[in-house]
């Protein structure tokens, strides 16, 4: 699947009348898991990158660099049509340009810039602070503008729910949708009043990222199309270290472990052992 | 700890008389769990590099730089002394200075180099082959002479076992002793003879890939010291993935996956979050 | 530009009439400088790429992710069509994919592979050797299958004119053509009947690396369409810095450079200077 | 040379009584015909590796990762003791950490933090702005605890000389001086006067980046120890691309150039070909 398919299935989804969830995937065997599980979508967080990349919490720690590196290898090993929480865009509006431009060629399918001031500024660093809303125009155009394939989603993500009285959150949402963005991507939703408020004022497709006591059928019906659920694969995991190192450490050997790993025909599945031994056979022989 | 303090651990351990068994890593995320689940050893061998990587099974499809920048990962985000299974040190014994090079740099604190011809060539994919006794002593010398740092550990990894009647593999072994390496490595042992008939010439401490029906008491009499024990954390973390996505998939919220996640606050122990909180009150206030 | 339309470009001149040569790039500069100077298409080789990156010669010691780094930085600053020398495929036909997906993925427009064995092998580095016709036949279709894009140009390179008699060399191009591969590449020639013994069995496009006293009109006619010249842009930058360092250790200011040095509108021109400025009109006001 | 000993070269000309200056160098290539000119010392600074990898101006586009890389490229072939303009380390605090910590692993002996916002504001990006004295303040500790090496170098650079009136410039100074820096870095400087000023407040060693019209003696008798004089070689490479390219698309061969060119036997030295020769002789053979 090329680049480009992978950009419109995620608009599909978008413009259907369904609200789908993506699985977090992180690295080439996530992806490959998730494909096998059924999964079309996946998403990177910036804060799973850096759990993964640098053993480092959500604070604007690791570069561009590094979490295109991840980007890459999620879409270099999986049909997945990634999307990717690019956070404030790795700087101004100018380092927003780069960051399409190094997330696009890392083979994504959509983003989503946010109105956060990130990383914390000095002397504020425990409060959430939004940029202004021109400001947010402004980071929304360069991202519309340095897409190379016009079939790249672009999503505006607003932290305002979190910060500002609801009045403002729809002024500001109503402003970003008059970029050209392809959604809105909601953070901090605590009731479907708001959602309703919002919707009053955008027909743009939305995302959430946290919906709680709110049904699937609920957010269809008012427009959420992407519903993000956490990214509790990365807790899974660490769970399973933990339980295999403990064991192993304790001098256990490694095969009281099997209840707890996946059987030896789902790694080959997953790792794609069949193709590759035909590529032996076809080139090699 | 430094580079050189983590190689230093390492070197103890072979010079000991203990058998130790590292944990598997290949993350930060990973190294992380394993060293606070007590670990002070990692490994991080091709195929688990390739797997995470690339989705790819064991076939030297990884690059040298792919590889180090895993290795980079996890000694950047702990103080594991990490050995690696470098393989055939990816090419030619100028290759190898290179794989030294790039490797020591990553911060690694031991490699074993193989006596395997990689990848495999053509008409011939199917079967193990050596490479001859005087190229497995140049690639040693290499080696040792590429290394910067004197307390980077250098083993001797032979196949020969696989391939070879027991007397001409202890003579490759008595050769590769001769070229000044910290320990030869020996997969496929499948019997203590082979162990006995090896530590008859040479007094290197032994590393040992698998050691099918022995027991821990029997191999540190026999002089070994470092015991792999294959890499189920992968599968582990397969199952922990596949458990997630299938949960989710059939549309269970994440609330039902509590029993299989790692609690919140050992995530922020791994993440190392209270030593970032105390930085930004530091620096940032 | 898109990757596609970069990759036509150059597919049309190996289908058309002239013979061109590219310009030998090595980094953003020198595309921009050369895009600049009237150049459509430029040319890594991967030896230009390991004096610039690791200050190595020509031994195959550079991995491909350094190659594809440096291709990728040429790709992301100009339109510039590119086409690399790919060496032996950086492994066996199975690497060779990889060597494919990770340049195809840089933006390249065209690659060759080559049939001389590379890494130098163990007791025989001082010749050349040729792998056998059957092994590059698996080299080419496996480089021909793993094109996400068919528009990407796949060029056979032979050694052979400079290891072997000129009927075996007739032989094995005539065998790589039925690969299905779009041109064939030959180093090493010397005269215009090597050329002529060669067009006789194919059609096929012909590439050249050098081609001693013999004029574009003569090399034309025989169907050669793309003419590499060397690569002395880069003992031009080595005598540049050469020639700036010894001034400047001598104690002389920036001053006397001047007449040594591109003019600072020729430097904010190739440095789009004007674009940015435009950005940050557009974006961050 | 280890990463150490050419730190302490670097410290040791701080703590001397001589104006030295670096050569400005990017890549494995001018590392490497610097130390044959005769350099112990280079600077790389983040405009000249924008232009080299991005092809971009100097407005902070390019991320830490891309930064480092260039940096490795240069440690690695070279025993220079490399300085680099770390820009506003890449972030706030935090982020400077991480700048630290990328920087030291690549080898460098000493880097600058300057006190300007970067990149610039929304609103204000044609101004130069300086973050307060505080939060510089909070940014060096941050630097100087990040190290692992003590004998890494961290210099306090101010623009303020091009911003605020002396008295508030020597005020800064001071204060940055109380952090415990190894040196103080002033951009911008048109009189002795100046220079005496700030002088007469610290006694840490100075780095300049121009000093128009003003000797070395006068220099180095007011606590100059490193003065940069401009990169002017990478105008002196464009301009050597320039020529050959418009040479060569003329129509006229590469033997015209050899005027122009670094000698074949300067290229050999440069690229180490003798002692690459030496190691296949000694492991490939």
């Known amino acids: 699947m090329t680049p480009t398919e992978k950009r419109q299935r995620l608009r599909a989804i978008l413009n259907g009348t369904e609200t789908i969830s993506p699985a977090t995937v ?66 101004n509006a100018l380092n927003v340009m780069r960051t399409v431009e190094e997330l696009e060629h890392a083979g994504l399918a959509g983003l989503a810039i946010e109105d956060l001031v990130m990383p914390s500024r000095f002397g504020v660093h425990g409060a959430l602070e939004l940029i202004s809303i021109p400001e947010m125009l402004g980071k929304l155009k360069a991202t519309l503008a340095a897409r190379r394939d016009p ?41 479907l009043e708001q959602l309703d408020a919002v919707r009053a004022v955008v027909t743009l497709p939305i995302t959430l990222g946290s919906a709680p006591g709110m049904n699937r059928s609920d957010l269809a019906a008012r427009g959420v199309r992407f519903h993000l659920q956490g990214h509790a694969v990365l807790a899974a995991c660490a769970k399973a270290m933990q339980d295999t190192y403990t064991h192993l450490l304790a001098g256990n050997g490694p095969d009281g472990l099997q209840p707890i790993l996946a059987a030896p025909e789902v790694m080959a599945r997953v790792l794609k052992v069949a193709d590759y031994e035909q590529w032996e056979k076809n080139y090699l022989n």
Request: net charge negative; charged share 20%; proline share 2%.
């Open 26 to 91: 992180f690295d080439a065997l996530s992806a490959r898991v998730a494909e096998a599980a059924g999964y079309s979508c996946g998403i990177l967080s910036g804060s799973v990158s850096a759990a993964i990349v640098l053993g480092a919490p959500d604070m604007a720690l690791q570069t561009l660099s590094e979490f295109a590196h991840q980007v890459r290898s999620i879409t270099r090993a999986s049909d997945l049509s990634v999307f990717v929480d690019a956070d404030q865009g790795y700087g």
């Open 151 to 191: 079939s790249l989603v672009v999503i505006a993500r607003t932290a305002a729910l979190r910060v500002e009285p609801l009045e403002k959150v729809v002024a500001r949402v109503r402003e970003y949708a008059t970029s050209g963005v392809d959604g809105i991507f909601l953070s901090g939703l605590k009731t």
